[in-house]
Every structure is written in C-alpha cells, then in structure tokens.
C-alpha cells in the first residue's frame, strides 16, 4: 500500500488542494481522503491526474510521420497519405513503427485508445500493448456496386481482431466515402459506430451545393461524387449522416472543424463528438467552435489523429491546444473529455478514467502546471 497526493490533483471531474489516495501494489485505489492520512505519503509537484483516454488515433499510418505536407487542405491532404500508402513499405518497418508509437502514448499517459483499423497489421502490437484498445474496423465504398464485397472484405479484418480477442467494430470512413448502401450494411452489423465528421469546408459544400474542392479528390481516384449525392441534398454533412445512421446506435463523430450552430438540431443523446485539434491545425489550419460543443459537456472527447497529420500522439497536448484557443473553457472540464468522458465512450469507467475506490486508472503527474491558475504550461508527464 501506499498514498499518493500532489499539490493539486483531478480527479477526472473536478481539481481538489488537499486529495490523498491509497493505491495497493496493483494500481487498484483503495481509499480516498481529504485529509492528511496518518502513513506516510508520497507527494508530488505540480498536478496528479488519471491516465488518459486517447478516443480517435490511426496507428496503421504511424510510418508516415513527417511526410506528408501541412496546411494543404483535406482534399489534398488525403490524396498524399493514399500516395504514401500504396507505395510499397516492408512489414517489419510498419510495426516497428507502429511500436515506437504505442510506447510513445504509453509514455504520455494515455491507458486506451479507440483506434482506426483499415488491415490486420496493427493486431501483434495491441495484443503485446500495455494499453487497451477499441479497434474501430473503417469502411470506405463510393460506389453502390462496390458495397458488398468491400463489406465483406472489411469483415474479415473485423473477424480476425475478434479471433484475436480485441474488441471492434465495424465503422464508417467519412459521408463523402461512403454511399448508402455502405450506411446501411454497417448499421445492420454494428451498435457504435465511428465517423470523420465535417472535417474541410469542402465537405459540407459537397452535401449543400454539390461542389467544392472535392471534386479534385473524386477526379484523382477516378470516381464520380453523384454516387455519394444523387439521392438528397441536404444543409450539411453532418444532416446526411444523422438522416443515414441509425439512431440507436452509439456515434462517434471525429473532428467537427466545421459543425454550425444549425446542424445541433440533429443530435441526439447518443451522439458523442471527438476534437483532434493538432490535426484540425496540421491539415486545414482551422480550429472546430468548441465553445457550440460545451452544453452537451458529457459527451465530449478527445483524440491525437495519426503521425500522418500530427508531431505526436500526445492527449495533454491536445488538451493544452483547446486551453490555448479557447480560454473561456475551464481546464477541468477539459481534462474530463480527456478522462473521465473518454472511459464512459468505451464502457471503460469501471476501472479507468477518474480517481475513486476500486479503480486502477493510472496515475499522471505534470510537474509543468501554472497552479494559481489552473493552467497547463507543458505537456510532459511522469506516469507514477
């Protein structure tokens, strides 16, 4: 047994001045106090925090950190990623990455992680991880007459992290990549389902007007965007995937850099919304209003993206980028989306997410904290 304490500590809700808690060998909390405990404690500088919840990562393209060019706009920006990978790169090279990756997020405090599976090549590095992983099986079909069978083909990825006892799902890629017949068979086989979300103002003028700078993106894979629009113009992205899911399940919608006030209409209760502000920085140079957002406070998380379109998987960072942009929001509501929020998306709050009695949710210290005002001035962390 031991106590633990720091001069400020988050509990995965809230900020306490004098919180003690009692940890067993295991990592399991025992006992939590307001007091100074009698046994000798352990007390660190700066603030104690639990482990984090990193809820959108694509660990597959961790070898593509660095190469592909910032600031060109989805449309371009997805282009280049499809360039680097069909160009032919050496099993061993990918999981070494994908490796150096997942120790990475280890490192920085991250405990699960809801990650984007396009193939089998990340399952040997999940099942050797420290971290727990909700594997999110992304389907892509533009046209009607290419549903099924990459369907099928997505299922047997989806068949093999079962076989190999990671949890999954099978998900969407984007509206504008996939068609309704693509809606419908994953609605028909799964109750949470992942999906980029009004990532480029291009995408919602694909949906409003049928036009933009997606067109170049369609010309370059040879298709035609009439597969994905033909059927209803709708206000925005966001409305044709509301009028397409089914409204049971669970979504997880990613990026939102472009939500507007008039597309909260259509949510609901079980929409749950996931800002990668580094990425949104990296690939459009554009911040989501996350100030629209912060009514539906339970519901909303946090994610690094990939090395493709981002320096780091760091979830302080991310956390530290939205307190920068966005000082009206208070640190510990953030830190929830980080935390506690990320627990609930994935059935997790059992065991992680906050501070309380039967929890072994990891303990993070970051000395680098401004603790008169309740700010984040670095984004290193020691993992106790």
Same mark, same amino acid.
């Given at each position: 047994m031991q106590w633990l304490t720091a001069d400020i500590v988050f509990d995965g809700y809230k900020f306490h001045s004098n919180l003690y808690l009692q940890v067993d060998a295991s990592g399991e909390i025992v006992q939590l106090k307001d007091s100074t405990p009698n046994e000798a404690y352990k007390k660190h500088n700066g603030l104690l925090m639990p482990g984090m919840i990193n809820a959108h990562c694509h660990l597959e393209l961790s070898h593509t950190k660095g190469l592909i060019e910032e600031k060109t706009g989805l449309s371009t920006f997805l282009q280049n990623v499809s360039k680097k990978m069909l160009q032919k790169v050496e099993d061993t090279l990918i999981q070494k990455a994908q490796q150096v990756a997942d120790a990475q997020m280890c490192k920085n405090g991250i405990v699960a992680v809801g990650d984007i599976c396009n193939t089998t090549k990340s399952i040997e590095v999940k099942q050797a991880s420290k971290i727990k992983y909700f594997n999110f099986i992304e389907c892509i079909a533009i046209r009607e007459?290419?549903?099924v069978k990459r369907f099928a083909d997505y299922k047997k990825v989806f068949d093999e992290f079962r076989k190999a006892a990671l949890p999954a799902s099978l998900v969407l890629h984007t509206p504008y990549t996939c068609n309704e017949g693509m809606y419908k068979l994953v609605n028909e086989h799964s109750n949470f389902i992942s999906i980029h979300n009004q990532e480029s103002e291009a995408e919602n003028l694909l949906f409003e007007r049928k036009e933009g700078s997606f067109d170049a993106f369609y010309e370059?894979?040879?298709?035609? @965007?009439?597969?994905?629009?033909? #059927? #209803?113009?709708?206000k925005s992205s966001f409305e044709n995937s509301k009028r397409l899911l089914s409204a049971g399940s669970k979504k997880l919608f990613v990026h939102n850099t472009f939500t507007r006030k008039d597309d909260f209409t259509f949510i609901d209760k079980n929409d749950w919304f996931c800002f990668c502000p580094k990425a949104n920085l990296y690939i459009e140079d554009q911040l989501p209003d996350i100030l629209l957002f912060t009514h539906i406070?339970?519901?909303?998380?946090?994610?690094?993206?990939?090395?493709?379109?981002?320096? +780091?998987?760091?979830?302080?960072?991310?956390? @530290?980028?939205?307190?920068d942009n966005f000082p009206d929001i208070p640190l510990n509501k953030?830190?929830?989306?980080?935390? +506690?929020?990320?627990?609930?998306?994935?059935?997790?709050?059992?065991?992680?997410?906050?501070?309380e009695v039967g929890k072994s949710p990891?303990?993070?210290?970051?000395?680098?904290?401004?603790?008169?005002?309740?700010?984040?001035?670095g984004t290193d962390v020691l993992v106790v």
């Open positions: 007459t290419d549903s370059y894979f040879g298709l035609d @965007k009439n597969e994905i629009i033909q #059927k #209803k113009s709708c406070q339970e519901r909303l998380v946090l994610g690094t993206d990939s090395l493709a379109s981002n320096d +780091s998987l760091n979830i302080l960072a991310e956390a @530290k980028s939205i307190q953030i830190l929830q989306w980080a935390t +506690s929020n990320g627990a609930k998306l994935f059935g997790l709050e059992d065991t992680l997410g906050s501070f990891s303990f993070v210290v970051v000395e680098d904290f401004d603790l008169k005002n309740e700010r984040l001035l």
